[in-house]
């Protein structure tokens, strides 16, 4: 698979947020822009539907996850503006959540790394929403070990418990998932949604 990833970043005086931008294709990416239509949108923190439309370019069946220190699904999708909550029914959008904050806060062994492992976090969800696994045909134990061997590689310099800090990450993130149950979309549409989708 080839990959190509590059941040977005929000003019920072105005407080906007940063895009980041993630292609995997099985064909070599020729282009270098920003996305205009994507299948998975993270988002690490729900206030993005305040500032603006995180949601532009969602192509329908697509997914999203929202970092949410809530624990029932029912309680996730109501923190959800209406507006939005109407708008990933109509494209018949999965919806993922999970507290990555509290899982880096409790799989980090250095206070200075809690707000980097958030982003390990996200990529055992990542691994586990996208099709990438199944495609492949791999297990869930080659996944984690090819993982491993990724985390070694890069964070191996900062010692053994750094590596299995981060490996803890990415497994919770991976098996903890909660997935919105399409009745709670239905259930709380927001006002003018409609009855089905």
């Given amino acids: 698979m080839d990959v190509q990833a590059y941040p977005k970043y929000g003019s920072e005086k105005k407080g906007l947020p940063t895009t980041y931008y993630l292609t995997i294709a099985k064909d070599h990416i020729r282009v270098h822009s920003e996305l205009e ?13 305040n500032l603006e439309n995180p949601l532009a370019g969602l192509a329908d069946n697509g997914m999203v ?3 949410s220190p809530k ?3 029912n309680e996730i999708w109501a923190a959800i503006p209406a507006w939005a909550r109407r708008s990933l029914i109509q494209k018949n959008t999965r919806v993922f959540a999970l507290d990555t904050v509290k899982i880096a806060k409790e799989v980090s062994s250095l206070a200075d790394l809690q707000q980097r492992m958030q982003g390990i976090v996200l990529l055992g969800v990542f691994l586990r929403v996208t099709p990438f696994r199944e495609e492949s045909g791999i297990s869930d134990e080659d996944l984690f070990q090819g993982v491993e061997k990724a985390l070694r590689k890069y964070f191996g310099k900062r010692g053994e418990r750094v590596v299995q800090d981060n490996l803890k990450a990415v497994s919770r993130g991976y098996r903890e998932l909660m997935e919105i149950p399409r009745d709670v979309m239905l259930a709380n549409p927001g006002k003018g949604a409609p009855a089905t989708a």
């Fill in 65 to 67: 996850f929202v970092q």
């Fill in 37 to 49: 239509h994507v299948e998975f949108i993270p988002l690490n923190d729900v206030n993005a539907f």
């Fill in 71 to 73: 624990t029932e699904t």
